[in-house]
């Protein structure tokens, strides 16, 4: 502000702190430079600024019009007392912004000055953080993008700062970022993000990762050599470089051929320094890193690799200390990991299983987290872990979840698809069984009729069909006959073979009871299976459906 009060004082001969700012230099021959309507437009300017109490967080016509009086100014110092004004408006201007008044900073943002480069960019970046969101529109409107595309390839680092910074805000719209990267703002970017200047590599990193939330941006970073910038930027010790940087590579990762780059770079120095930084301070690079290398476990080598290169002490940690987000993000990435049969016995011996058994009990853990832990247990069922997890009370951890009517849809997706797994196992059933009074069976079939989630009605079917292949007590057939025909009148009537399948194979085992096949032939099931007699083309089906109609009879 003062630097400003001090330029156009120097400018206006009418002010009464006018000093002449060449030694030597007469001020009345100098004078006449200014026209007529520059000397007008500074003494407005000068007077709008001293004002103690005066409206400061608007741009009326006449000051636009003062504004840009001195932006089309020839004379170089009135183009800097332009930018230093607008950008001493822009701190408190809260009012939207539009294309007229953008008119003076797109003038100012392609000067050759590095004086007015300085304040001109600030002032977008105020405009930008300050103001509704509008306008970050009405910015990419006027054509500033470019503009500041141009200004991040100056040799300041101020001006580097400021209009990296702007394009760091602007890229939060999938719009602004096609802009930017049409704009050609990659390649800046990128060298802005191996810059000595902290501040700037924030801002570079930061726009970055903002760029790769679209795929065709990701293909084009990757081309023109993003990765091994990151990789270099992993090194930093800052939180938010390194956050910005790990999320970037967490985006990258979702991509197959990129995750063969990226482990292929170096001695896995991607995979090796995430696991470093599972043990960084900041929980949000802990939980970046986590989602990292949750994405690069999606393939069966790199699960493999992670764990050999030591992931899982630093995991558990995570999960059995810390914040509920982070938290999250480590369970995630030991289920992808859990998928590989090899590293069942390595995750079950780390000691994940009581851990994961007690977010699914506690009621403040996250949905997410229970999603996880629940695939986690069924991954490591599907293998030949049953034991431990039974051992560990893994069926009463998730029976508590099946029984909650308030548990999310997505939660029960993951918990009936464990339970289904699980209910292979004769000791498992047993424990399902043995619980709750028989409340388990009797919620599974709820499900199966009338879950809107087909997910949720195959696992809850997979399920009720894995406990009748045990000793089961039929008096809990005839306790659920209505829930039972209703569910398997859904599943007769589904287009998906896999659903009438399931259902055909739970009837043979139904109508082993006398009672229930009695029920079933006074039914509309007796049609339904034999329109699958008659109509469906798949063996399989055609010859499950005659085996009903054999019991049946």
Not at 271 to 287: E, G, M
Request: hydrophobic letters at 40%.
């Amino acid at each position: 502000m003062d630097l400003l009060l001090d330029c156009l004082c120097c400018l206006s001969p009418c002010c009464s702190c006018y000093r002449p700012r060449i030694n030597g230099t007469d001020w009345e021959l100098y004078e006449p430079l200014l026209h007529p309507e520059e000397r007008s437009a500074v003494n407005d300017l000068l007077s709008y600024l001293n004002k103690e109490n005066g409206d400061k967080t608007t741009i009326n016509e006449d000051r636009l019009r003062a504004l840009l009086i001195l932006t089309y100014s020839e004379n170089t110092e009135l183009q800097r007392s332009a930018a230093l004004c607008y950008a001493e408006i822009s701190e408190r201007l809260m009012q939207p912004i539009t294309i007229n008044k953008m008119e003076p900073l797109v003038v100012l943002l392609q000067s050759d000055d590095l004086e007015t480069q300085k304040p001109a960019s600030l002032t977008v970046s105020n405009i930008l953080i300050n103001g509704p969101e509008s306008n970050k529109e009405v910015v990419v409107q006027s054509g500033c993008v470019g503009l500041l595309t141009n200004l991040m390839m100056s040799p300041d680092v101020e001006v580097q700062c400021n209009s990296c910074g702007c394009i760091t805000t602007l890229a939060t719209t999938d719009v602004n970022k096609k802009a930017i990267v049409a704009a050609g703002g990659i390649d800046p970017l990128l060298r802005l993000a191996r810059s000595p200047d902290i501040r700037v590599q924030r801002n570079a990193t930061g726009a970055l990762l903002n760029l790769t939330h679209i795929q065709s941006n990701r293909s084009e970073m990757v081309a023109k050599g993003a990765l091994p910038i990151f990789v270099h930027s992993l090194k930093s010790k800052d939180s938010d470089v390194l956050f910005y940087c790990t999320a970037a590579l967490s985006n990258i990762a979702v991509d197959n051929d990129y995750r063969i780059i990226m482990i292929g770079i170096g001695q896995y120095d991607i995979v090796r320094s995430l696991i470093r930084l599972l043990t960084f301070p900041a929980d949000k690079v802990k939980c970046q890193a986590c989602l990292a290398l949750r994405n690069l476990a999606s393939d069966d080598d790199n699960q493999l690799l992670i764990v050999n290169l030591g992931v899982l002490p630093s995991l558990y940690q995570l999960v059995h200390h810390g914040n509920r987000e982070t938290q999250c993000a480590a369970i995630s990435a030991v289920r992808n990991l859990s998928i590989h049969s090899k590293n069942e016995v390595t995750i079950v011996t780390e000691g994940f299983l009581p851990d994961l058994c007690e977010i699914l009990k506690d009621y403040a853990s996250l949905t997410d987290s229970k999603c996880h832990a629940a695939g986690t247990i069924r991954n490591l069922a599907a293998g030949e872990q049953i034991k431990p997890i039974l051992e560990n009370g893994a069926v009463d951890s998730l029976l508590v979840n099946l029984m909650e009517p308030a548990t999310p849809v997505s939660l029960q997706v993951e918990v009936t698809a464990a339970l289904a797994v699980l209910a292979g196992d004769d000791e498992a059933k047993t424990q399902l069984m043995s619980v709750r009074s028989g409340n388990i069976f009797e919620r599974l079939v709820n499900l199966a009729a009338c879950s809107p989630n087909k997910e949720v009605q195959y696992n809850s079917a997979g399920t009720i069909g894995q406990l009748l292949h045990s000793d089961f007590d039929m008096a809990l057939v005839s306790a659920n006959v209505s829930g039972l025909l209703k569910y398997l009148e859904r599943f007769l009537q589904s287009t998906d073979v896999t659903f009438n399948h399931i259902a055909l194979w739970t009837l043979v085992l139904l109508l082993k009871d006398p009672n229930f096949k009695a029920v079933v032939n006074e039914s509309s099931l007796v049609t339904l299976v034999d329109n699958l007699l008659y109509y469906n083309q798949q063996p399989q089906i055609k010859k499950l459906a005659e085996t009903v109609v054999n019991a049946l009879n």
